[in-house]
């Protein structure tokens, strides 16, 4: 096993950027809107997934292909390149930080909640009051995430975040075969169907919003600015945005999988983290648990991490078109996330209701991504022969297409969530 995590770790290293596209897509958010899909649908939204990863590779493509061509990034380039592009960088900005942070605390909730009741399992004489375990969890584990992001240093970030995912990878991989579903159900997932369920049409967008991340799109110039890749590496830049994506449609799949083995097919629906904790226990006993849990921690704090930094590397790039992690304000602002993410286990809310009602709000800001890096990557003056073709622009079309499909969905999905 050591030796499978160190192969792992040294490809991941490899590759580089992509890793982040995971860490902000694959987190603790998407193990619960995969493991609730799978548990209430079973493998049928499996499309949704599937397409989601297919427009993440495409977008984070463009906008790989953007920063290595012109050597800018994407707030400042729409800063610089656009007619208005001052308003709509800040527009871009305020919206991706908007969203990240609604989630963050969300995020933190789920992985201090899923920590205290995975240790019950093995514990059982820890009280069942969590609020005030589950909160001393969450102040230490921001406390932690504070101390890795004070030190800064991309290649620092790029290792921190290739262990987590590494651990994700494993844990859920594994998990997935313990409980694996039919071959015919699988297959059945591909076919796109909205299922005539109470929370489908929400659990649909929260998918996207999870999966189709605008911030992995919008940092990924930053990080390969920071990787130090240029015009030449632009064949190494479109092999790291495919294994990103799908590495993303990998992992994520395998949780619906074990969500949809473990639960769906014994009428078993996931309402509260101590549900997902124990999504294994019943078929593979305490030690299957052990491995989803360490899978799901694995998905925290690999997008607690990330999200964490957007703030500050989106003012960044704003003012200067730079990866500036060593600055007082990226600490500052750094700090204030931090501090926001235990707002969830401060009020002692639910964590899944949330978590899948924040997710949701980041799908609202994809149209205006997709746009401007469509517009961007079009631009012969600043592309040249690296401009977009007929293929990479139909792609970009059909994402922004599908992005405003989603939007109008999470709208009516909101609309009934509030209501009910």
């Not at 603790?28 to 649908?41: E, I, L, P």
């Not at 110039?221 to 990998?250: C, E, H, N, V, Y």
């Not at 949330?354 to 997710?359: D, G, L, R, V």
Request: aromatic share 10%; charged share 10%; net charge positive.
């Amino acid at each position: 096993m050591n030796n499978l995590l160190k192969k792992i770790s040294v490809g991941l290293l490899s590759v580089g950027p992509g890793i982040f596209a995971i860490g902000y897509t694959v987190g603790t958010g998407s193990v619960t809107a995969m493991t609730k899909a799978g548990s209430q649908f079973g493998m049928q939204l499996l499309w949704v997934l599937a397409l989601s990863c297919l427009f993440s590779w495409v977008l984070m493509e463009a906008a790989g292909r953007f920063a290595l061509v012109t050597g800018d990034t994407a707030v400042h380039g729409c800063r610089k390149h656009l007619p208005g592009g001052k308003w709509l960088a800040l527009l871009m900005v305020i919206g991706v930080v908007t969203g990240q942070w609604c989630c963050l605390s969300g995020l933190v909730g789920l992985s201090s909640t899923a920590m205290y009741e995975g240790l019950r399992l093995f514990v059982p004489s820890l009280g069942e009051n969590t609020y005030w375990p589950v909160l001393g969890i969450a102040t230490v584990l921001m406390v932690v995430m504070y101390g890795l992001l004070w030190h800064g240093g991309y290649s620092f970030f790029e290792k921190i975040l290739v262990f987590f995912v590494t651990l994700l990878g494993v844990s859920f991989i594994v998990s997935m075969f313990v409980v694996m579903p039919s071959a015919s159900d699988v297959a059945k997932g591909f076919i796109p169907r909205i299922p005539h369920m109470p929370g489908a049409t929400l659990m649909v967008a929260a998918f996207v919003g999870t999966t189709m991340a605008a911030p992995t799109f919008v940092v990924r110039p930053l990080l390969l600015k920071a990787k130090g890749w240029g015009k030449d590496d632009l064949r190494k830049q479109s092999i790291d945005a495919a294994t990103g994506a799908l590495l993303m449609f990998i992992i994520s799949g395998s949780i619906m999988a074990c969500a949809a083995g473990a639960l769906f097919s014994r009428g078993l629906e996931i309402h509260n983290v101590l549900d997902m904790v124990q999504t294994l226990e019943p078929v593979a006993g305490k030690y299957a648990v052990a491995l989803f849990l360490v899978g799901t921690l694995s998905a925290g704090l690999s997008s607690i991490f990330p999200i964490c930094m957007v703030a500050p590397l989106l003012v960044s790039d704003y003012r200067k078109g730079e990866f500036d992690s060593g600055s007082k304000l990226f600490r500052i602002l750094c700090a204030i996330a931090c501090v926001l993410g235990l707002t969830i286990p401060a009020l002692g809310a639910n964590p899944i209701a949330a978590q899948i009602a924040t997710q949701v709000s980041q799908v609202f800001i994809l149209p205006l991504v997709i746009g401007i890096f469509f517009v961007l990557v079009n631009r012969r003056s600043l592309m040249g022969e690296h401009r977009a073709g007929p293929l990479l622009n139909g792609a970009m079309i059909i994402a922004f297409a599908f992005s405003l499909v989603i939007s109008l969905i999470a709208v009516k999905g909101l609309i009934v969530f509030f209501q009910s």
